[in-house]
C-alpha cells in the first residue's frame, strides 16, 4: 500500500497533545503532523479567517497523501469543520475525511459529572462560537455549561513560557473567572489542545475533588471506535508506525519547542503555505 498518513492539523503546538495519545493508542498507522505556527494563534481569528487558514492546511494534508485528517485544534473544528465537511470535501475529495475533537469530546462529558455542572475552558474563538453548548445539549441535555475565555494561555504555550511564572498569573485568574460562575463545578475540560501543558498549574489551583479533563485520550479511542466501524477508511489509512512533522514556520524553532514537550528531539520540515 502507498504512504497514506492519518494527517493531524492544529494552529500549533497544541495538537500534539491529541498526536501523543494518537500514536500511544494507535501506533501502527503513519502519521503527519501540521503545526500552522507561522499564523498561530488562531482562537482570536474570525471565522473566516480560521476557515480559510483550516482549509489550506488541510489540502496540504491531502497533498501529502492522507486520506483521514484529524482537525486537532477546538477553534477550528468549531469554525471550520463543519464547513469543510459539507461545503469542500464534497468537491475536493469526496472520499477523504476531515473529523474534529469537540464531537467525540461532548459525546463522553456527561459521565465525569455528578453535580451536572461542567466548566470549559477554551479559546475566546470556541467560547463565541458556542459550540460546546449546543453540542453537550444534544447529549447530555440536562448538564448546566460554564465557559471561559483564556486569550492568554496559547500564547503561553507557543512561547514556551507555560512553566513561567508569568503563566500561574493566568491560569489562576482564568480559573477564579470561572470556579465564581459556579461553586458547583466538578469537571473542567481543557477545551484547546493547547492547555494539557497548562495542566500542572490548573491543578495546583484547582480543588482535588475536581476532575480535569484533556481530550488526547477521549480523542484517541474515538478514533480507535471510528477506524473499527468504517473498515473501508481503515484500510486507507497505511501502517508503518511513521511519524513526520511539518510547520508553517521555522524547522528549527518547532524541533527545539515540539522536542521538550515531546520528551524526545523532533524533526520537523518547513510546509511552505
Ligand atoms: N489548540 C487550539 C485549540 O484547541 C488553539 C487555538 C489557537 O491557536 O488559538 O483551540
Same mark, same amino acid.
Given at each position: 500500500?502507498?504512504?497514506?498518513?492519518? #494527517?493531524?492539523?492544529?494552529?500549533?503546538?497544541?495538537?500534539?497533545?491529541?498526536?501523543?495519545?494518537?500514536?500511544?493508542?494507535?501506533?501502527?498507522? *503513519?502519521?503527519?503532523?501540521?503545526?500552522?505556527?507561522?499564523?498561530?494563534?488562531?482562537?482570536?481569528?474570525?471565522? *473566516?479567517?480560521?476557515?480559510?487558514?483550516?482549509?489550506?492546511?488541510?489540502?496540504?494534508?491531502?497533498?501529502?497523501?492522507?486520506?483521514?485528517?484529524?482537525?486537532?485544534?477546538?477553534?477550528?473544528?468549531?469554525?471550520?469543520?463543519?464547513?469543510?465537511?459539507?461545503?469542500?470535501?464534497?468537491?475536493?475529495?469526496?472520499?477523504?475525511?476531515? =473529523?474534529?475533537? !469537540?464531537?467525540?469530546?461532548?459525546?463522553?462529558? #456527561?459521565?465525569?459529572?455528578?453535580?451536572?455542572?461542567?466548566? !470549559?475552558?477554551?479559546?475566546?474563538?470556541?467560547?463565541?462560537?458556542?459550540?460546546?453548548?449546543?453540542?453537550?445539549?444534544?447529549?447530555?441535555?440536562?448538564?448546566?455549561?460554564?465557559?471561559?475565555?483564556?486569550?492568554?494561555?496559547?500564547?503561553?504555550?507557543?512561547?514556551?513560557?507555560?512553566?513561567?511564572?508569568?503563566? *500561574?498569573?493566568?491560569?489562576?485568574?482564568?480559573?477564579?473567572?470561572?470556579?465564581?460562575?459556579?461553586?458547583?463545578?466538578?469537571?473542567?475540560?481543557?477545551?484547546?489542545?493547547?492547555?494539557?501543558? =497548562?495542566?500542572?498549574?490548573?491543578?495546583?489551583?484547582?480543588?482535588?475533588? !475536581?476532575?480535569?479533563?484533556?481530550? #488526547?485520550?477521549?480523542?484517541?479511542?474515538?478514533?480507535?471506535?471510528?477506524?473499527?466501524?468504517?473498515?473501508?477508511?481503515?484500510?486507507?489509512?497505511?501502517?508503518?508506525?511513521?511519524?513526520?512533522?511539518?510547520?508553517?514556520?521555522?524547522?528549527?524553532?518547532?524541533?527545539?519547542?515540539? #522536542?521538550?514537550?515531546?520528551?524526545?528531539?523532533?524533526?520537523?520540515?518547513?510546509?511552505?503555505?
Amino acid at each position: 500500500m502507498s504512504y497514506q498518513p492519518i #494527517g493531524v492539523f492544529d494552529s500549533g503546538y497544541g495538537g500534539l497533545t491529541v498526536l501523543k495519545s494518537l500514536v500511544g493508542k494507535l501506533p501502527q498507522y *503513519d502519521y503527519i503532523y501540521l503545526g500552522d505556527n507561522a499564523r498561530t494563534p488562531y482562537g482570536t481569528r474570525s471565522f *473566516d479567517t480560521v476557515y480559510q487558514y483550516t482549509l489550506e492546511c488541510v489540502q496540504h494534508l491531502f497533498r501529502k497523501g492522507c486520506q483521514l485528517v484529524i482537525l486537532a485544534c477546538n477553534t477550528a473544528s468549531a469554525k471550520a469543520l463543519r464547513n469543510i465537511q459539507q461545503l469542500d470535501l464534497p468537491h475536493i475529495a469526496p472520499e477523504r475525511r476531515v =473529523l474534529g475533537v !469537540i464531537r467525540p469530546t461532548t459525546e463522553v462529558i #456527561g459521565h465525569y459529572t455528578k453535580t451536572g455542572h461542567v466548566g !470549559i475552558l477554551a479559546t475566546r474563538g470556541t467560547v463565541t462560537s458556542e459550540s460546546y453548548l449546543v453540542e453537550i445539549e444534544k447529549f447530555f441535555p440536562e448538564l448546566t455549561v460554564f465557559q471561559e475565555a483564556c486569550p492568554m494561555w496559547v500564547p503561553l504555550v507557543e512561547n514556551g513560557e507555560y512553566q513561567s511564572a508569568g503563566a *500561574d498569573y493566568f491560569v489562576q485568574q482564568h480559573i477564579d473567572h470561572l470556579m465564581r460562575q459556579s461553586p458547583d463545578i466538578d469537571t473542567l475540560l481543557l477545551a484547546c489542545t493547547h492547555y494539557p501543558l =497548562l495542566l500542572p498549574k490548573i491543578r495546583k489551583v484547582v480543588p482535588e475533588s !475536581i476532575t480535569i479533563l484533556s481530550q #488526547g485520550d477521549i480523542v484517541a479511542t474515538s478514533l480507535t471506535d471510528y477506524l473499527r466501524r468504517h473498515p473501508d477508511m481503515d484500510a486507507q489509512c497505511s501502517k508503518g508506525g511513521t511519524l513526520q512533522f511539518y510547520t508553517t514556520d521555522s524547522p528549527t524553532e518547532f524541533g527545539r519547542q515540539a #522536542g521538550v514537550f515531546w520528551g524526545e528531539p523532533v524533526e520537523a520540515e518547513w510546509l511552505k503555505l
